[in-house]
């Protein structure tokens, strides 16, 4: 599976609005020291900015590939909006795996 990284993107549905309201999320933090293509690499509690105006963190990652002490986010990972809605990591870096 391909690794997140600074810029990867998700998509979810955000249940902190009158109604289900489906949004985008871009990865804006990453480890500090682990960088996949030029751009820190997205770990476990990562922050990403959401469409709905919410911000999202990393919550699921590879138990086998670790960056800082906590695993990488991948392609396929899930993460959780402040609005309470789950995402899916959907892109991430062409180049680097992780399983």
């Known amino acids: 599976m391909n690794v ?3 810029g990867s993107g998700g998509t979810g549905v955000c ?3 009158v109604g289900p309201t489906p949004y985008n999320t871009t990865l804006i933090t ?5 960088n ?3 751009l820190p690499i997205a770990n476990l509690t990562a922050i990403g900015i959401c469409s709905c105006g919410h911000i ?5 990652n590879s ?3 670790i960056a800082e002490g ?15 809605g ?6 991430g870096t062409t180049t680097v795996n992780a399983d």
């Not at 789950?86 to 892109?91: F, N, R």
Request: zero cysteines.
């Open 4 to 6: 997140g990284n600074v």
């Open 15 to 17: 249940y902190g609005h």
């Open 30 to 34: 990453g480890a500090d020291t682990v």
């Open 36 to 38: 996949a293509e030029g």
């Open 56 to 60: 999202s963190m990393v919550t699921t």
């Open 63 to 65: 138990t086998d590939v």
């Open 70 to 84: 906590t695993g990488v986010h991948r392609v396929g990972d899930s993460g959780q909006s402040s609005g309470t």
């Open 86 to 91: 789950a995402y899916t990591l959907i892109s």
